[in-house]
């Protein structure tokens, strides 16, 4: 019986083995588990990035599973902190993603941006370069 609870999101992707590939170009990533079904359809992959685990599965339209780039969008962000965002935001280009929100230092404490993978999901990268209280960071954002 499990008594941790943990929560790991899976991406639906058009094409899972070239996501596999981008993500372990991109990120480092270390492939977990793979498994296929006798369509050959990749059903599940989990995936690890340092100690983050996602998964990802393909999309299968009768299955109720669209993918980003058929929904023209991604309605949701996954957030990745990094030791040097830059760097990541540079390979993920270099492999195929776009830059959405360029990487620049934020008022509210983070080194940041957003880009997006070549399945259309999107990836903010993030790094902490000041502590700052609550209190701080509503004062700063409410400057903007």
Not at 40 to 56: C, D, K, M, P
Not at 110 to 126: C, M, Q, T, Y
Request: aromatic share 6%; net charge negative.
């Amino acid at each position: 019986m499990t008594t941790q609870t943990d929560l790991h999101p899976r991406l639906v992707v058009a094409d899972p083995q070239r996501a596999l590939d981008y993500y372990q170009q991109a990120f480092g990533a270390s492939i977990i588990e793979r498994f296929t079904d006798d369509q050959n359809r990749i059903v599940h992959a989990a995936i690890s990035i340092g100690n983050a685990i996602f998964s990802l599965t393909q999309s299968v339209p009768e299955w109720g599973l669209p993918d980003p780039l058929s929904l023209k969008g991604s309605p949701c962000l996954m957030h990745l902190t990094v030791a040097d965002p830059d760097e990541v935001a540079r390979r993920m280009v270099e492999n195929g993603g776009k830059v959405i929100i360029e990487i620049a230092d934020r008022p509210y404490g983070k080194r940041e941006g957003r880009v997006a993978d070549p399945g259309g999901h999107l990836w903010i990268l993030s790094k902490t370069i000041e502590d700052l209280t609550t209190d701080e960071i509503t004062r700063r954002l409410k400057q903007l």
